[in-house]
């Protein structure tokens, strides 16, 4: 079956075919490292690796490409505020260097913890100012850019079809209708390419000369000078979360098309949010959960990687606890059948191979390859045959079947003993003895984590 993907340019599903024949160039937008990744974040980035896995599932050689932005990102979509990398700084009193490290390090560990391929090649946005000031000079020579009092801007009223992926209505918006008004922009869409560093004294810790002046690069810049640097222009794939769409994303694509004159990407993809408390999981309204949080009450890492396959990429995802819960006991369940599984050479079957290929070519269709993983184990296929097939899943899914195959935890009497006198405790709600029993518990080396299905003792990390 031919692997069909939904372009968001076209907002249609289309057979993908990429550029060269066996090789697929893919370009995702990383993280800003100020802060913790969230597991809202942390959606997108698995979303994006079902695909990687899905192209080569699919027999194509995937050049991966993610940028780490590390500079030029504000607080507001309208280019005004404080740098969020310079802020971060600020408030945790340390370089932005040593900022950018620490949350760079972090994002990469959630990657692993959560089986996400690591790209072919990281990109940070320090590590290519020159290309970035390459890249706005030629826009200025095309005749796209032009200078105010804080920055060169990008003229959007000169680009054509400005706005057409995110649809957006540019002769019915008014100045201040989307962002906050610029002095001195032609247009409310014009965005930064170059912005000065401030005039007022403030000294910057990231700050470059150019030919306009002292200054840093805007936000999506980064993305269009390293995109074309290591995928050429145009590429296949670009990716990112649907809050890229109207701006960040947009403006990439003007600003890429405008200076080499021609399509940027074939294929836009884009992963929806994941919701918690009827809103949005952010950084900014304070209600995020890192994957962090979820290892501290010992939940598999996996186990969210999982609830994140139970919704299409393309749907709203609720976050809660009773639907981790669900998944945790859910992916538990599929271990241990997993470990009862005959090892004596067996080879997948055909039959459920084409159906599997069939739900994940369908636009990366994953709660139903998961559904099929489940009537894979309830079929009366030959143990050892269930298990190859299961291995072949695997390789998109990325549950890490067979590192589970040895995995056998050893609970100790005492630390039993214990968990059943703290879940007496609880029902009783006597709730500091009970937690007096969760600690001695962790002194023994486990966690202990209230499911739906009752006390899970895992292995203290």
Not at 152 to 174: E, H, N
Request: neutral net charge.
């Amino acid at each position: 079956m031919k692997l069909k993907l939904f372009n968001t340019l076209t907002r249609k599903k289309e057979t993908f075919k990429p550029l060269k024949d066996s090789e697929v160039s893919l370009y995702t937008c990383g993280p800003t490292v100020y802060n913790y990744a969230h597991v809202g974040n942390l959606r997108t980035y698995v979303f994006e690796d079902i695909l990687r896995r899905t192209l080569e599932y699919n027999k194509y050689n995937v050049n991966h490409v993610m940028n780490i932005t590390d500079v030029g990102h504000l607080v507001s979509d309208a280019d005004t505020g404080e740098d969020k990398m310079e802020k971060s700084a600020k408030e945790e009193k340390r370089s932005v260097m040593e900022v950018s490290e620490y949350y760079t390090k972090a994002f990469q560990n959630d990657l692993a913890e959560l089986n996400i391929k690591t790209p072919v090649t990281w990109c940070k946005a320090t590590d290519h100012i020159q290309e970035q000031i390459d890249l706005v000079k030629k826009l200025e020579e095309n005749g796209y850019a032009y200078t105010i009092d804080d920055g060169v801007y990008f003229d959007t009223a000169k680009f054509k079809d400005y706005g057409y992926m995110a649809r957006l209505d540019i002769k019915g918006q008014r100045a201040g209708a989307r962002v906050e008004i610029v002095e001195g922009k032609k247009n409310p869409t014009d965005f930064a390419l170059w912005k000065f560093s401030p005039k007022d004294g403030t000294k910057r810790q990231m700050e470059w000369d150019s030919p306009w002046g002292v200054g840093f690069p805007g936000w999506a810049i980064e993305c269009s000078a390293m995109s074309t640097k290591y995928l050429g222009q145009p590429f296949d794939i670009h990716t990112g979360g649907i809050d890229h769409i109207p701006v960040h994303h947009t403006n990439e694509i003007a600003q890429s098309e405008a200076a080499n004159n021609t399509k940027m990407a074939n294929y836009w993809l884009h992963g929806e949010f994941l919701i918690m408390k009827d809103e949005k999981m952010a950084k900014s309204k304070g209600n995020f959960i890192t994957l962090q949080t979820l290892k501290e009450k010992g939940i598999n890492p996996l186990a969210y990687r999982y609830l994140l396959l139970t919704t299409h990429y393309r749907s709203k995802l609720i976050f809660n606890w009773k639907n981790l819960d669900a998944a945790i006991s859910a992916l538990d369940s599929l271990y241990e059948q997993f470990k009862k599984l005959d090892n004596a050479g067996g080879e997948s079957n055909e039959d459920f191979e084409k159906q599997f290929v069939a739900s994940i070519n369908d636009d990366l269709n994953t709660p139903k390859a998961l559904a099929l993983v489940w009537k894979l184990l309830k079929s009366s296929l030959p143990s050892a045959t269930k298990r190859a097939t299961l291995l072949k899943f695997d390789q998109v899914l990325g549950l890490q079947f067979a590192s589970q195959e040895n995995i056998k935890l050893e609970v100790p009497k005492l630390v039993k003993t214990l968990a059943t006198k703290r879940e007496r405790a609880r029902r009783a709600e006597e709730f500091e003895e009970a937690d007096r029993l969760r600690k001695e518990i962790e002194e023994n080396g486990f966690t202990v984590t209230d499911t739906a299905n009752g006390p899970r003792i895992t292995k203290k990390k």
